[in-house]
């Protein structure tokens, strides 16, 4: 493999605590009341997808609007102050870079936000790329929309012309490994992410330490 792309959530930090808040801050917000958020949110998936699990019956795309709109309020604004990067996934993503690979974050978090983790952690200068959904919105790209990870993933392996036997997609929930799937390429799912065993069956293959994943 040459070409690695990694999932930004569950998979290179730990983010779920402010997300978490963020989200609950949003709904307090709205006067939205989901008495079983600690045990059935997810950090990774899109808003959209979230917003339409914790409420299925309420659920609308003005109310999909209304969520993404407060917690990017809140999420861009609270200084991350419990994000912890997962040292051996950096160590991993180092180790591949030094070799001569390819690295790229690509994930479902907006561009605001993943920008502002990879700047707090100095990412910036790690990876080689990084490739949000709404990247496009984000960056006033005349005609740029916002795109699933299936589609996503479609366009960094057609802007960089990698051969699919050299890519590889390493994350924690099924987004990634529907992705990976959906593109032709092979996946890594990472246990200490916030994926269920249903997720990581997914995968092409899942790894318990960071050290197996370039194995």
Not at 123 to 129: C, M, N, P, S, Y
Request: net charge negative; aromatic share 10%.
């Amino acid at each position: 493999m040459k070409y690695w792309f990694f999932d930004l959530d569950g998979t290179l930090a730990d983010t779920d605590r402010d997300i978490r808040e963020s989200w609950k801050a949003t709904l307090v917000d709205l006067g939205l009341e989901c008495p079983n958020f600690d045990r059935d949110f997810v950090a990774g998936p899109p808003i959209d997808e979230m917003v339409r699990q914790l409420f299925p019956e309420q659920f609308t795309p003005a109310l999909a609007d209304a969520v993404r709109t407060g917690f990017a309020r809140h999420y861009d604004t609270d200084g991350l102050p419990n994000t912890v990067p997962y040292p051996d996934a950096l160590a991993c993503a180092k180790a591949l870079k030094a070799r001569g690979d390819y690295i790229a974050i690509v994930t479902n978090k907006r561009y605001v936000g993943a920008t502002a983790v990879m700047k707090k952690f100095g990412w910036d200068k790690l990876f080689d790329a990084l490739y949000t959904g709404d990247m496009d919105l984000a960056l006033g790209v005349p005609g740029g929309r916002k795109l699933r990870k299936t589609d996503l993933l479609k366009r960094v392996i057609a802007d960089l012309n990698a051969p699919l036997a050299d890519c590889v997609m390493i994350g924690d929930t099924k987004s990634d490994f529907e992705a990976a799937a959906y593109c032709g390429m092979t996946s890594i799912g990472v246990t200490w992410g916030y994926g269920t065993s249903a997720d990581l069956a997914m995968a092409t293959r899942v790894v318990a330490n960071a050290d197996e994943i370039a194995h």
